[in-house]
């Protein structure tokens, strides 16, 4: 098994120390060595076969894009890469180069390091376009810091703005050789997954897992582990894996968020029923864990 999740990995060098070099990252946009993840409204371009990013050069860019617009996203394979985003109007640009694609499709289909790249492109162009006004005093800001931060125009505010991760904690709760899966209702016929909700403020990870296990099933549950993250830009969450050991087992949709919930043998999950979750989630990964526990089952 990988040693990190779908869109994780310490791919990109992000350098946080050329963020405010305004001499440097003029210099690496203008560069012919910089590599340009371009990002038309929320999909990312690729293209050959098998697929990879299409990663453009200065020159394809030119005219095309403001340097202002340039975010900057570290150094990739050795190149300094910057996203640039492109309204989702009209026709998209670069036909003759490859597609844009959803990065739910991507997350299986491009190697890990450039899914970590165009995911982390990708989140900041969406973050972009949801902070053009400050939330405080409600005048327009600017990015700054080489798109990393975004800064109020209003010299009696000021603020400083910074993209917004959301921390969501997803655990797989077993009792003994069963674990509980449920499902919500717009998913896809017979897909079971994790427990899964996000963290409140004021409240441990351990405790929004008993909190959120207990909410939407009933369940208690102790000894609660942490397993793995995952950055999940649908559109900037954090997902924080956890498993975790029952202490009771009756099943109650407490705040109805969830259409059932079942307990599940190993035999059963790998019988094709339920449906388990995409393999590009975390989800899948602690499902898939769990499973390796005892292989021979």
């Known amino acids: 098994m990988e040693d990190h999740n779908v869109f994780a990995g310490a791919f990109v060098d992000r350098s946080g120390e050329r963020r405010k070099d305004p001499e440097w990252l ?51 394979r050795d190149h300094p890469a910057f996203a640039v985003p492109f309204a989702a109007t009209g026709t998209a640009p670069f036909p003759e180069l490859g597609e844009f694609q959803d990065l739910r499709f991507l997350g299986t289909a491009l190697g890990p390091d450039e899914a970590n790249l165009v995911a982390h492109a990708r989140a900041l162009v969406l973050w972009h376009a949801s902070q053009v006004f400050c939330g405080i005093c409600g005048s327009s800001a600017r990015p700054e810091a080489a798109g990393n931060s975004r800064i109020c125009m209003n010299a009696d505010c000021g603020r400083e703005i910074y993209p917004r991760v959301d921390p969501a904690v997803i655990v797989l709760v077993t009792n003994g050789e069963r674990c509980l899966l449920g499902r919500q209702r717009p998913w896809p016929e017979g897909r079971y997954s994790t427990i899964a909700g996000f963290a409140e403020p004021g409240e441990s990870l351990e405790d929004a897992v008993r909190r959120e296990v207990y909410e939407e099933t009933n369940v208690r549950v102790d000894k609660v582990s942490y397993h793995s993250s995952q950055p999940w830009p649908f559109p900037s969450s954090l997902m924080l894996g956890f498993t975790a050991a029952a202490t009771s087992s009756d099943i109650v949709l407490n705040d109805q968020e969830l259409e059932d919930a079942r307990w599940f043998s190993r035999k059963e999950l790998r019988s094709g029923f339920p449906k388990l979750p995409s393999r590009i989630s975390i989800a899948r990964r602690l499902v898939d864990h769990w499973l390796e526990l005892d292989s021979g089952s």
């Open 26 to 76: 003029a210099s690496a946009a203008r560069s012919a060595a910089s590599r340009f993840v371009p990002v038309w409204g929320d999909r990312c371009l690729v293209g050959g076969d098998p697929l990879t990013a299409i990663l453009l050069q200065r020159k394809q860019i030119e005219g095309l894009a403001d340097d202002q617009d340039l975010i900057f996203l570290g150094i990739f």
